[in-house]
């Protein structure tokens, strides 16, 4: 059996303590159209990424190809999002934000994202925000596959 160190258990207690946190506060923020947290990160992921395919969301989202499909379908049928052949392969269909999507989606993430930085802006120095940069990436490389 594994044994984790004591520095190990505090980083591990501490985490999920700030994970907790973090959800009740972002619980509190506006919702974008009460959809699912798969459904607004393939959004963000059109925002960030101007087109992808169903397969990209599913595996920047982590879950089945089948699964992210509802998501994709639901999306659609809110006129969220719209599908093009793509022109390099006419197999494929790209997906990308439709239009009134587009800026309600950018407003949407301006607002979070600036309630996010007067957060750290209120509570950190420039160096604690550096610091935290650096945790950020640390995180991201503890967890990215």
């Not at 505090?10 to 947290?37: E, H």
């Not at 395919?53 to 089945?64: K, M, P, Q, Y």
Request: net charge neutral; proline share 2%.
């Amino acid at each position: 059996m594994l044994e984790i160190s004591e520095l190990e258990q505090k980083v591990v207690d501490n985490l999920r303590q700030v994970i907790v946190i973090l959800r009740k506060k972002l619980s509190t923020q506006p919702k974008f159209s009460n959809l699912s947290n798969p459904q607004l990160s393939a959004l963000i992921y059109l925002v960030n990424n101007s087109n992808a395919t169903v397969t990209e969301l599913a595996r920047n989202e982590d879950i089945s190809v089948q699964s992210m499909g509802v998501h994709i379908n639901y999306l659609k049928e809110q006129r969220l999002i719209i599908s093009s052949k793509d022109p390099k392969d006419k197999r494929k269909l790209l997906l990308s934000l439709s239009e009134n999507c587009r800026g309600e989606i950018l407003e949407f993430k301006r607002i979070s994202d600036l309630w996010v930085a007067n957060k750290i802006r209120e509570k950190l120095t420039d160096i604690e925000q550096e610091q935290l940069l650096l945790g950020v990436q640390l995180l991201e490389k503890i967890f990215s596959d």
